[in-house]
């Protein structure tokens, strides 16, 4: 599919379209991309700067697992593309056929594997701008607080992208272990996210 060459006007056209993928998903990984990259930024702007020397070693630290969170993210757009596409012809198999409860199962469940991924990835990234946040330039403390905002919607558009497809699982127990973990991820970050960006935001009245 490719999503990751194409402009960012192509992206978000295909998004606008009847088109299966990206959807939700995708889109969520891209937020959470984007949000990463601004920590990436305020590091890059707080490293070699004599008042920050006494953080520089953390904030480096911070720049080479922000690196990898954005790669991570960005390869969870394809991700969610390509487990969703068999699900969504997995739909159109008809209700009588006795091969359908065990393909929509499996597919239902590769379906949530990339949202749930792409959640655990914001909630590691929503941390990390708390980081940015605290021990960054205070000039650019602004763009830690956005990434922060940025990845609270896209933790919970990876949640809802989860809960989709548990919904119709057929294996409850399996569902419910999910969902409980998802609620909990959800609670926690997106409660985290709040208190950074409202940490930041304060400090400008």
Known sequence: ??????SISEFAGQLATAAPVPGGGGASALAGALAVALG???GELTVGKKKY??????IRALMVRAETLRQR???CVEKDAAAFEPL????GIPGDDPARPEIMERCLRDAA???????DLCCEVISMQGDFAAKGSALVRSDAATGAAICRGALYGAAVNVK???KLMEDRTYA???NEYVDQRVEQFGALADRIFMDVYRRYD
């Open 1 to 6: 599919m490719d999503f990751l060459n194409r």
């Open 40 to 42: 990436s930024m305020v």
């Open 53 to 58: 020397a006494a953080v520089e070693r953390d």
């Open 73 to 75: 993210l960005l390869e």
């Open 88 to 91: 969504s012809r997995a739909y």
């Open 113 to 119: 594997a990339a949202p749930l991924e792409i959640l």
């Open 164 to 166: 989709v497809n548990t």
């Open 176 to 178: 419910e272990r999910l």
